[in-house]
């Protein structure tokens, strides 16, 4: 495991622009970085996974876990509830990997509270035709639900200015690059690095110079 500090990567964007498949390219792209499975009261879509994608609870289940302190953040998104595992991020972390969040503006918001040296990235469409075509073509949606997330979507993207980075998901391969790239910058970040400069610095104090007597 190395030394550095290791941080969360907030990723947020409206439904739709194509966050999910960003993150799964991320995790297969950088090495200890790891998803951060949030649990939600939304029920499961096809080729959804249980623990994997999402941990799917009833509401009264998530009403418990609430009361409980047990998420690092919660909100209510269409409709449903969503919430992130304050024990997933511990270990996550302490397994010395970096945490990948996927979560909506309301939750980005709580967490860099927390968290100020979270990284956020916020993700847009090119264009709100762009981005009602990729929904209705992800083909998940009933025509109300789709209505209520593009709905969503014009309030959602006005708070872009709180994030630190902006990622434009045109062209997939480029934004991918971009996300990738965003993460292996911030981990070169000396603030992360210190522990490992101070380390290699002692070994300078520790050998004599070459060509003293
Ligand atoms: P989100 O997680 O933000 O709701 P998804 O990752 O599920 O979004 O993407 C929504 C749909 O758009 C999916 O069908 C996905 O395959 C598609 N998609 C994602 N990025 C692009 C892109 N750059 N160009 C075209 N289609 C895309
Ligand atoms: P979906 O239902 O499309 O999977 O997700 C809907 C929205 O909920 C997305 O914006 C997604 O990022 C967000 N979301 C997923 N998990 C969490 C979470 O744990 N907390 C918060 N605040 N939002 C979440």
Known sequence: MSNRKHFL?????PSGAGKTTLVSALLDRVPQTRLSVSYTTRPPRPHEVDGRDYTFI???EFDRMRQRGEFLEWAEVHGNLYGTSRRMIEEILSA???AVLDIDVQGAAQVRKQFPDAVTVFILPPSFTELKRRLSSRGTETPESLERRLRVARREVLRYTEFEYLVINDQLDVAIAAVEAIVRAERQ???RREDEAR??????DEQPAAGRT
């Open 189 to 191: 970040k000396r603030q």
């Open 9 to 13: 990567i907030v990723i947020s964007s």
């Open 199 to 204: 380390a290699i610095l002692r070994t300078f």
């Open 96 to 98: 010395g990997c970096d």
């Open 58 to 60: 009833s509401r009264d």
